[in-house]
């Protein structure tokens, strides 16, 4: 079992920047590869980033690349994200996620329970 808690969400500028984390519970956090989703009002979430195990392999949604950047610290049991140049259309709940496997789609195991990022000019 994975416990997952958000924080590091707000209000931001457009063209701003802001970094979510997210702390894991339990000794078996490096085992996990880890991801971060988002929904807006009305849209059904959506794959952000995510991060392998290692820290060695990454993957963006297009809508990130080159703005984003998900990092893992897993002495401190927490995965990053990094986000800059934010948009109106980057605002959203944003949630991470752990999952045991991850070969094709990232689908979470487990999930916390998210941070609203608003993005406002």
């Known amino acids: 079992q994975v416990q997952l808690v958000e924080s590091g969400g707000g209000l931001v500028q457009t063209g701003g920047s802001v970094r979510l984390s997210c702390a894991a519970s339990?000794?078996?956090?490096?085992?996990?590869?880890m991801g971060w989703f988002r929904q807006a009002p009305g849209k059904e979430r959506e794959f952000v980033a995510a991060?392998?195990?290692?820290?060695?392999?990454?993957d963006y949604a297009d809508s990130g690349k080159g703005r984003f950047t998900i990092s893992r610290d897993n002495a401190k049991n927490t995965v990053y994200l990094q986000m800059n140049s934010l948009k109106a259309e980057d605002t959203a709940v944003y949630y991470c996620?752990?999952?045991?496997?991850?070969?094709?789609?990232?689908?979470?195991?487990?999930w916390g329970q998210g941070t609203q990022v608003t993005v406002s000019s």
């Open positions: 339990g000794r078996t956090f490096s085992r996990y590869a």
């Open positions: 991060i392998n195990w290692s820290g060695g392999r990454t």
């Open positions: 996620a752990a999952a045991f496997h991850w070969t094709g789609p990232f689908k979470g195991d487990y």
